[in-house]
Nanobody, 127 residues
C-alpha cells in the first residue's frame, strides 16, 4: 500500500485547505484511514480518522467543528477539509492506513494502529 498526501500550503489564519491522500491497492475500501500531524520537535498527534465505510468519523478535540474527514472509496482517496485554520494548526500532516480494522473504534487515535504512512504534506497557517 502506498499513500500520497497532497494539498498542503500556506494560508492565512481563518482560511481553508483540503488535504487529499491517494492510496494504492484494490482493498482501500476495507482500510481505516487516519490523519496525524507533527510539528518539529514535538510528538506526532492524532487529528482525525474514518472507518472503512465512512460511517464513523473521529476527531481530536482541538479540531472538532473545524476539520472534516471523508473518503471516496471509488477514487481510493481520503480527504481532510480544514476550515477556520489557526497558526497552531501549522504542521506536517500525514495520512495513514489501518489494514486489519480490528477494534478500530478503540484504536483509531494510536499511531501503532496504522500499517502504512504517507510522506506528509506541510500546512503553514500565518497569523
Amino acid at each position: 500500500v502506498q499513500l500520497q498526501a497532497s494539498g498542503g500550503g500556506l494560508v492565512q489564519a481563518g482560511g481553508s485547505l483540503r488535504l487529499s491522500c491517494a492510496a494504492s491497492g484494490r482493498t482501500f475500501s476495507s482500510y481505516g484511514m487516519g490523519w496525524f500531524r507533527q510539528v518539529p520537535g514535538k510528538e506526532r498527534e492524532f487529528v482525525a480518522a474514518i472507518n472503512w465505510s465512512g460511517g464513523s468519523t473521529y476527531y481530536a478535540d482541538s479540531v472538532k467543528g473545524r476539520f472534516t474527514i471523508s473518503r471516496d472509496n471509488a477514487k481510493n482517496t481520503v480527504y481532510l477539509q480544514m476550515i477556520s485554520l489557526k497558526p497552531d494548526d501549522t504542521a506536517v500532516y500525514y495520512c495513514a492506513a489501518d489494514v486489519d480494522q480490528i477494534y478500530y473504534s478503540a484504536r483509531y487515535s494510536r499511531q501503532a494502529t496504522y500499517d502504512y504512512w504517507g510522506q506528509g504534506t506541510l500546512v503553514t497557517v500565518s497569523s
